[in-house]
């Protein structure tokens, strides 16, 4: 099976900062891989599929990128609403999400 | 507007059984597959199943598939999951989401989910 290693597993950043998640998978990919953003207590928010392509709604300051075996999330900009834990996951079977980026107030 | 409504926490005892239901509403039930995730406490996001958009093909994490099922009601465009022989380890927050299915590129996309359902085991 596939298996999806994010890192950091956790950040502490500012209001402004520039923001990296890194989600490698154990073999070639492709670009079948999503990001997804969870909050305590509401649902998890889809932002981009297919590595780069961002949900309708989501801000342009979140960026995907990668390929193969190497995916990357970028906030540009972190703005207060941004601070969450982001996921990224594998968008064809077995449907595997990394463990997850905690994003925090520095 | 399309969403998706789950039902209200359980509490299980170990060993036992709990099914869980994903009603959906505000879109076309036949156009989207439904996914299972499951969040433990203090662990992340963890894939269970998935049925098809025509609710006739399944597909399950290795981890569970001797334990869990997916089961569509057409009729009420609701699809229920079961997990079975529950452990303490089952203890988290079970959702569903509606998925959609890139044909062009095929790919899988969780773009709308249910709001949680707490799973409790003791």
């Known amino acids: 099976d596939i298996q999806m290693t994010q890192f950091p597993s956790s950040l502490s950043a500012s209001v402004g900062d520039k923001v990296t998640i890194t989600c490698r998978a154990s073999q070639s990919i492709t670009t079948y891989v999503n990001w997804y953003q969870c909050k305590p207590g509401k649902a998890p928010r889809p932002l981009i599929q297919v590595a780069s392509i961002l949900q309708d709604g989501v801000p342009a300051r979140f960026r995907g990128s990668g390929s193969g075996t190497l995916f990357t999330l970028t906030i540009n900009g972190l703005q207060l609403e941004d601070f969450a834990t982001y996921y990224c996951q594998h968008s064809s079977f077995p449907l595997t999400f990394g463990g997850g980026t905690k994003v925090d107030l520095k | 507007q399309a969403q998706l409504v789950q039902s209200g926490p359980e509490v299980k005892k170990t060993g036992a059984s709990v099914r869980v239901s994903c009603k959906a509403s505000?879109?076309?039930?036949?156009?989207?597959?439904v996914a299972w995730v499951r969040r433990a406490p203090g662990q992340g996001l963890e894939w269970l199943a998935w049925?098809?958009?025509?609710?006739?093909?399944?597909r399950y994490s290795e981890s569970l598939q001797d334990r869990i099922s997916v089961t569509p009601d057409k009729g009420t465009a609701t699809v229920y999951m079961e997990l079975r022989r529950l452990t303490s380890g089952d203890t988290a927050v079970y959702s569903c989401?509606?998925?959609?299915?890139?044909?062009?590129?095929?790919?899988?996309?969780?773009?709308?989910w249910g709001q949680g359902t707490l799973v409790t085991v003791s």
């Open positions: 049925i098809s958009e025509y609710k006739d093909q399944t």
């Open positions: 505000g879109y076309t039930f036949s156009n989207y597959g």
């Open positions: 989401a509606r998925v959609f299915h890139d044909r062009l590129t095929g790919s899988y996309y969780f773009d709308l």
